[in-house]
T-cell receptor, first 115, second 119 residues
Framework: AQSVAQPEDQVNVAEGNPLTVKCTYS??????LFWYVQYPNRGLQFLLK??????LVKGSYGFEAEFNKSQTSFHLKKPSALVSDSALYFC?????????????FGGGTRVLVKP | DSGVTQTPKHLITATGQRVTLRCSPR?????VYWYQQSLDQGLQFLIQ???????AKGNILERFSAQQFPDLHSELNLSSLELGDSALYFC??????????????????FGSGTQLSVL
């Protein structure tokens, strides 16, 4: 079975400060890891993914994430947050050996960036 | 714009009723996925279809069913609706039936969702 945990329901950060959204995962095989963002009244948008290779993955809108196999984590980071980054962020995992493209999502973390 | 179209955007109905949600995938995508997002359950995978056939099944209730048609659009049917079925239902699409490569087909493209309110 595969699972994802996002331990923080909400993250508050001041504009210009670094932003981190935490994610830990559990899979039986190798993980494929993803971050999605949901803006109000809109669908999910892809931010970035880790499949293999460099542990530091760079994605859209200045976001990046670091894959840490020993800690089974895939935290999302942005060096300098913008007010427009306020949204709901979802981490997702898929077992590389699993059939289908079924992703398991975390519960989501609401990010609030204050001016 | 992801290229995935979901209709209707909003749906209000009563308990015990039946509704159909529709999804048109991105042009060329063969896989369609349905997700349910509710306040208490977060985002839950329901079911995946690939080129008309069921590919993977998640936490989908027996009262719910889905199908994918020859033109690749998909419908999610929800019957005997209960208050707890109120949620945002997302459809997503991708080119492949499963991952396993480094190609961009690992990415899912999501529609804007259908907000279902059961009163």
């Amino acid at each position: 079975a595969q699972s994802v945990a996002q331990p923080e329901d909400q993250v508050n950060v001041a504009e210009g400060n670094p932003l981190t959204v935490k994610c830990t995962y559990s899979v039986s095989g190798n993980p494929y890891l993803f971050w999605y963002v949901q803006y109000p009244n809109r669908g999910l948008q892809f931010l970035l993914k880790y499949i293999t290779g460099d542990n530091l993955v760079k994605g859209s809108y200045g976001f990046e994430a670091e894959f840490n196999k020993s800690q089974t984590s895939f935290h999302l980071k942005k060096p300098s947050a913008l007010v427009s980054d306020s949204a709901l962020y979802f981490c997702a995992v898929r077992d590389a050996k699993a059939a289908g493209n079924k992703l398991t999502f975390g519960g989501g973390t609401r990010v609030l960036v204050k001016p | 714009d992801s290229g995935v179209t979901q209709t209707p955007k909003h749906l209000i109905t009563a308990t015990g009723q039946r509704v159909t949600l529709r999804c048109s995938p991105r042009s060329g995508d063969l896989s369609v996925y349905w997700y349910q997002q509710s306040l208490d359950q977060g985002l839950q995978f329901l079911i995946q279809y690939y080129n008309g056939e069921e590919r993977a099944k998640g936490n989908i209730l027996e009262r719910f069913s889905a199908q994918q048609f020859p033109d690749l659009h998909s419908e999610l049917n929800l019957s005997s609706l209960e208050l707890g079925d109120s949620a945002l239902y997302f459809c997503a699409s991708s080119p492949s039936k499963w991952g396993g490569s480094l190609a961009t087909n690992e990415k899912l493209f999501f529609g804007s969702g259908t907000q279902l309110s059961v009163l």
